[in-house]
């Protein structure tokens, strides 16, 4: 499972191959839980509608991954998106959240976009992301839920 804001609003159901996984802001990285579906989305649903929208300013490249082959956008790693992140992990930790790769988390978070084999978002642009979905890394990865962060937006600013 992965925790991302995505960059335009997603559609629960819906499942795409990984090079076409839509623009995303991860807040958790890929991770496990030991609890049932319905208190996972529950726990993540109360707590997006207590998080307000995050601003995504691009302000670099990289690749992440063990080859380094995974395109991302760094983003500015504002209060708001530490918060999100740190958040989530703290409702998460009461159903035995698991980390895949626990350095990636906490105080080794590194704010990015993820692109894809199609766009990728480039420095300087700045997103308003309003929505985080919950995603099945199945194969294919496929959206469980999608819940609105307080306030308005989900626009490219």
Same mark, same amino acid.
């Given at each position: 499972?992965?925790?991302?804001?995505?960059?335009?609003?997603?559609?629960?159901?819906?499942?795409?191959?990984?090079?076409?996984?839509?623009?995303?802001?991860?807040?958790?990285?890929?991770?496990?839980?030991?609890?049932?579906?319905?208190?996972? %989305?529950?726990?993540?649903?109360?707590?997006?509608?207590?998080?307000?929208?995050?601003?995504?300013?691009?302000?670099?490249?990289?690749?992440?991954?063990?080859?380094?082959?995974? +395109?991302?956008?760094?983003?500015?790693?504002?209060?708001?998106?530490? %918060?999100?992140?740190?958040?989530?992990? +703290?409702?998460?930790?009461?159903?035995?959240?698991?980390?895949?790769?626990?350095?990636? %988390?906490?105080?080794?978070?590194?704010?990015?976009?993820?692109? %894809?084999?199609?766009?990728?978002?480039?420095?300087?642009?700045?997103?308003?992301?309003?929505?985080?979905?919950?995603?099945?890394?199945?194969?294919?990865?496929?959206?469980?839920?999608?819940?609105?962060?307080?306030?308005?937006?989900?626009? +490219? +600013?």
């Amino acid at each position: 499972m992965v925790i991302v804001a995505p960059l335009e609003p997603l559609t629960v159901g819906e499942s795409f191959v990984a090079s076409k996984f839509p623009l995303h802001a991860t807040l958790v990285p890929p991770f496990q839980v030991e609890c049932d579906w319905p208190e996972l %989305n529950a726990v993540v649903a109360g707590l997006s509608h207590r998080t307000d929208r995050l601003l995504a300013d691009v302000i670099g490249q990289e690749g992440f991954g063990p080859d380094g082959s995974i +395109k991302v956008a760094l983003i500015r790693a504002t209060d708001s998106i530490m %918060n999100a992140h740190l958040q989530l992990i +703290k409702v998460l930790m009461p159903l035995g959240w698991a980390a895949q790769e626990g350095r990636y %988390n906490g105080s080794g978070f590194r704010p990015h976009i993820t692109g %894809n084999d199609e766009r990728h978002v480039l420095l300087g642009e700045h997103f308003i992301l309003s929505e985080i979905a919950l995603i099945e890394m199945l194969d294919p990865p496929t959206v469980r839920a999608t819940h609105q962060m307080s306030g308005e937006g989900g626009t +490219k +600013k």
